[in-house]
T-cell receptor
Framework: DAGVIQSPRHEVTEMGQEVTLRCKPI?????LFWYRQTMMRGLELLIY????????DSGMPEDRFSAKMPNASFSTLKIQPSEPRDSAVYFC????????????FGPGTRLTVT | QQQVKQSPQSLIVQKGGISIINCAYE??????FPWYQQFPGKGPALLIA?????SEKKEGRFTISFNKSAKQFSLHIMDSQPGDSATYFC??????????????FGSGTQLTVLP
């Protein structure tokens, strides 16, 4: 079975550019989470969705960050405009409805903003 | 506010030894305590988890010990192997039936098992 799929795996962009990260959750999972991992702050929850609806976006750092989930198999995290401090590894995770306490993480997208 | 404190930051053990990683939490509403294992370039993967109604859970070489009164829990890796070398995160979460489990992660422990 395919796990959580994220693309791209690596992204290098210049400050001020728009960045879009993509995620495909595991089929049948109805919760989707976006995390950010940095050395300084560790793993932080940014936002999560249930049945494509954003439930809690209190972890989104600024208005420059936005996330969407147009359907059950696709989500995006967008940063516009990007800044060097956004450099981090961004993870997407999903949970099945029958085991909401288990989260399955994707391989992550390493973002570097120069 | 760091709600889950993890120690040590790094740990080096010899092959065959016991690795012990400790975590402490503050929020008594937490009711699920998983450990995640992360290899370089990979996402965290659920390793083992415990609920506060038991004091210990064992799966193979991995054991969680839980002390509810002290609000502490720990991961023990018996007979540590070089393949166990990874970063380990403790986490805590709360939530009702059918609701999402928002994980609060510890800061991570980088484990190195020497051959």
């Amino acid at each position: 079975d395919a796990g959580v799929i994220q693309s791209p795996r690596h992204e290098v962009t210049e400050m001020g550019q728009e960045v879009t990260l993509r995620c495909k959750p595991i089929s049948g999972h109805d919760y989707l989470f976006w995390y950010r991992q940095t050395m300084m702050r560790g793993l932080e929850l940014l936002i999560y969705f249930n049945n494509n609806v954003p439930i809690d976006d209190s972890g989104m750092p600024e208005d420059r960050f936005s996330a969407k989930m147009p359907n059950a198999s696709f989500s995006t995290l967008k940063i516009q405009p990007s800044e060097p401090r956004d450099s981090a590894v961004y993870f997407c995770a999903s949970s099945p409805p029958w085991r909401t306490y288990e989260q399955y993480f994707g391989p992550g997208t390493r973002l570097t903003v120069t | 506010q760091q709600q889950v404190k993890q120690s040590p930051q790094s740990l080096i053990v010899q092959k065959g030894g016991i690795s012990i990683i400790n975590c402490a939490y503050e929020n008594t509403a937490f009711d699920y305590f998983p450990w995640y294992q992360q290899f370089p370039g990979k996402g965290p993967a659920l390793l083992i988890a415990i609920r506060p109604d038991v004091s210990e859970k064992k799966e193979g070489r991995f054991t969680i010990s839980f002390n509810k009164s002290a609000k502490q829990f720990s991961l023990h890796i018996m007979d540590s192997q070089p393949g166990d070398s990874a970063t380990y995160f403790c986490a805590a979460s709360k939530g009702g039936p059918g609701s999402a489990r928002q994980l609060t992660f510890g800061s991570g422990t980088q484990l190195t098992v020497l051959p």
